[in-house]
């Protein structure tokens, strides 16, 4: 069959009518007023041959007349990819030659430079996509354009969007004319523009009514014609829209913040990396006397603010609460936040449980801090006992046999875990970095007191970088080799045994437990996956200046920090004798204690990488019994659907193959709303826009310093490929990204906090940092040049 009715058209029949045709055969089915049309079969194009006689007998039974021509391809108007203008379309098509020419144009379209670099973006295999071809009666219109069913600038899914424009649709979509722009709400709207009130309810009710058919909000393309009658072109899923918080049935609206940068990662969580974040998360913010459900949006971590927000106690300190962890954009949308009506304090709002808890941590924390204090070297030494303990503690028994052994385990972990010898050293230090801002106010710039930061000792990710730094000095012989030979391949042959001693295991043996977005159980460690490593290792070897080494970098760091102390608690002492001696106390404890900041992750990591490994050896299990296509697909499920696979013998391949792809269809996602509300707004959309400044981009300040070079924008720091004297542009970075410090010249990100993993390296390798610079992945080209001011917290763009 090569040629069928448009409205034989169903949605089960994408992968011979494409996306377009089976949507608007659907909309057809359901009373919709579509063109009356005909569709050319994907089949047609796989043979290469156009059916003319079908064509022309479907044409003439059309009446011959005007005909819009568009194209349909099998990877179209999907839920994950619009193609939005990415194929050809044809309109006022007026006999069988043009017909003909037209639907050859439109095959021809599936090629274009346009089209394949969309469907590389999205991942989508070229060889599988084919063409169709829509054929439509021409709809004259008076007017024409676009409803959007949700808001899709700020994400609120009560509101529709609407561009009109007098005329063909196309002069709205191809944005070649200036078009009326309309929102429409539970408000009743008076003539304007192009469209009339009548128009406009006519539009908000086609739009409820179509949401609630295809069940997700709709992007629909639509003409009045002269009689002022209404006609349906297309409608599709809007992609770009990021997925609603869960519904809880409560009439307030509710506020979430996300909390995954925090750890340097906006990509999605696995299930089982989910379920372990959101209760260890929890147990922690618990600790400290804090309660806030970890909710899954979108595969990201959020965390449901609304009750601290409506409470009269919590939401007075809830801003500067953030500003460690959490950084300025997080603190400015909270802002925002409280100011909203919605979210003001409620009659008897309090934090249940709270006073207690409260009560128990400040008594612990009191303790905890003033030893730190008072012996920051014997409080370092009793946390690196502790992590040793966790770290033996954290080891599976030698006995474990069956897949029932090895979730009994996981199921009854020792849940001690010396926090309180972790914990209060690390907040100690954090404490003793943030609070000298305040007692310097108009004695010290933010640039001075980064630089008495930076060059902090006992930070393990940096020992852990000096130490990739060392193995690539020691390559010798193997440098050409681990130069030019691609990462996956060193890996590969690492993993076989047959790559040359370079000293790798010796690494691994240390750090092989880490990795980028490592706190994400189902992600592989640098052990099982050392690609990133051998990156990384070609990357220092392209350091040909020895001043320009890390460890060089490093001890430079720390020599103008021990110097900058000094000359700051000289001069502060000067003008204010008792804040500088306080000043000056705390900074030197943060100098002792603040670089134990990572030490905490990387303690947890060690259960993490057995709870992993237990993991991978139950799902082989299950895979040989046919439960599962491959042993690392157990990192899809929970662990209460791993009970029921390992004693009920439950399939959860279909479970497993649903919750992939939506997992790699948010792994294309380059954008994360640092705050969501309940209606599906994103809270930055909606702030007042800051001031342009001419050739700059303007963030914050995180590490001090000044450095012009050419942009390197990394989305995978895998593979990633960093000259020396490069700037490195990324959307976050966790620990896993900092060995490419190591060779670039400065870091831009695009979140972040002050005192977050990425800005706390980069002070200690004393390279400028900004962060918080609003799409700057996007606004940044690698090569451009560009000139970083970390003390003024500014990117401009020559």
């Given at each position: ?412 972990r020792d849940s001690e875990d010396s926090a309180d010898a972790i914990m209060w050293p690390i907040v100690t ?191 082989a299990d299950l895979h040989g019994a046919g439960l599962l296509e491959q042993p690392d697909d157990i990192m ?163």
């Open positions: 069959m090569h040629v069928i009715a448009l409205s034989e058209a169903t949605a089960d029949m994408v992968d011979l009518v494409g996306g377009k045709a089976a949507g608007l055969g659907e909309l057809i089915q359901r009373g919709g007023r579509v063109p009356e049309g005909f569709c050319v079969t994907a089949e047609a194009h796989r043979l290469g041959v156009i059916p003319q006689a079908e064509i022309v007998a479907a044409y003439e039974r059309l009446g011959a007349g005007p005909v819009a021509v568009r194209s349909s391809a099998t990877a179209e108007d999907l839920p994950e990819a619009s193609f939005a203008g990415q194929q050809d379309t044809v309109l006022n098509v007026t006999g069988t030659a043009e017909l003909i020419a037209a639907i050859r144009k439109c095959w021809e379209s599936l090629h274009t430079v346009r089209a394949t670099a969309y469907r590389d973006a999205r991942q989508i295999d070229h060889r599988t996509v084919w063409m169709a071809v829509v054929v439509q009666r021409m709809v004259a219109p008076s007017v024409a354009g676009v409803l959007f069913t949700a808001n899709p600038l700020t994400g609120r899914r009560d509101e529709m969007a609407v561009d009109a424009a007098p005329g063909l649709g196309t002069t709205v979509v191809d944005g070649a004319a200036t078009v009326d722009h309309y929102v429409l709400d539970d408000v009743t709207r008076a003539d304007a523009g192009c469209l009339t009130s009548a128009h406009l309810a006519e539009l908000r009710a086609t739009g409820e009514r179509l949401q609630g058919h295809f069940g997700c909000p709709q992007d629909v393309e639509w003409a009045f014609d002269g009689d002022g009658v209404l006609w349906l072109l297309q409608s599709r899923p809007i992609t770009s829209l990021f997925p609603l918080p869960p519904d809880t049935g409560k009439p307030l609206p509710r506020v979430y913040l996300e909390f995954g940068h925090v750890q340097g990662m906006l990509q999605p969580v696995t299930p089982m990396g989910m379920s372990t974040l959101r209760s260890q998360i929890a147990a922690m913010l618990a600790s400290l006397g804090v309660r806030v459900e970890i909710v899954d949006i979108g595969g990201r971590l959020y965390g449901d603010l609304t009750e601290l927000a409506r409470s009269r106690s919590s939401r007075k300190r809830l801003v500067k609460l953030m500003a460690v962890d959490f950084g300025p954009r997080a603190q400015t949308v909270m802002q925002h936040v409280l100011a909203d009506p919605r979210f003001a304090p409620t009659k008897g709002s309090t934090e249940r449980g709270a006073p207690a808890a409260s009560l128990r941590t400040a008594g612990r924390a009191v303790v905890g801090i003033l030893r730190a204090l008072a012996r920051p070297d014997a409080a370092r030494i009793r946390m690196f006992q502790a992590i040793e303990e966790v770290k033996v503690r954290s080891t599976a028994p030698a006995d474990l046999r069956t897949a029932a052994d090895r979730l009994r385990f996981l199921q009854a230090g954090m404490l003793a970095a943030a609070l000298p801002a305040s007692l310097l106010k108009g004695i010290a710039s933010p640039a001075e007191i980064h630089t008495v930061l930076g060059g902090m000792p006992h930070n393990v990710t940096i020992e852990m970088n000096l130490a990739l730094w060392r193995l690539a000095q020691g390559a010798g012989e193997h440098r050409l080799l681990l130069l030019d030979t691609p990462p996956d391949e060193l890996a590969a042959r690492y993993l076989r045994g047959t790559l040359p001693d370079v000293g790798m295991d010796g690494f691994l043996d240390a750090y092989g437990h880490r990795g980028v977005a490592e706190v994400d159980l189902g992600v592989p460690r640098w052990a099982e996956d050392p690609a990133p490593v051998f990156a990384a290792i070609a990357n220092y070897l392209r350091i040909t200046d020895p001043e320009q080494g890390p460890d060089q970098r490093f001890q430079r760091a720390a020599a103008a920090a021990e110097a900058a102390l000094e000359e700051l608690v000289r001069r502060t002492r000067r003008q204010r004798p008792v804040r500088g001696t306080i000043a000056g106390f705390l900074l030197r404890r943060a100098r002792s204690l603040a670089g134990l900041r990572e030490a905490g992750k990387f303690a947890g990591l060690y259960p993490l990488r057995e709870t992993r490994r237990q993991l991978l050896l139950i799902g899809f499920l929970t662990l209460d659907e791993v009970h029921a696979a390992v004693h009920r013998s439950l399939d959860h391949r279909a479970t497993v193959a649903s919750r992939r792809a939506v997992h790699r269809r948010e792994l294309r996602r380059r954008t994360v709303p640092v705050a969501l509300l309940s209606d599906g707004t994103d809270v930055e959309t909606v702030l007042p826009a800051a001031p342009a400044l001419d050739g700059s981009l303007t963030g914050v300040c995180a590490s001090a310093g000044r450095v012009t070079g050419p942009a390197r924008v990394v989305h995978d720091p895998a593979t990633a490929h960093i000259e020396p004297g490069e700037i490195l542009v990324a959307a976050t970075t966790d620990p896993g990204w900092t060995p490419l410090f190591l060779t670039a010249a400065a870091l831009i990100t695009e979140t972040g906090a002050i005192m977050a993993h990425g800005p706390t390296v980069a002070r200690e390798y004393g390279i400028p940092a900004v962060i918080c610079v609003p799409d700057a992945t996007r606004t940044i080209s690698t090569g451009q040049l560009l000139t970083v001011d970390g003390g003024a917290g500014t990117v401009t763009v020559h």
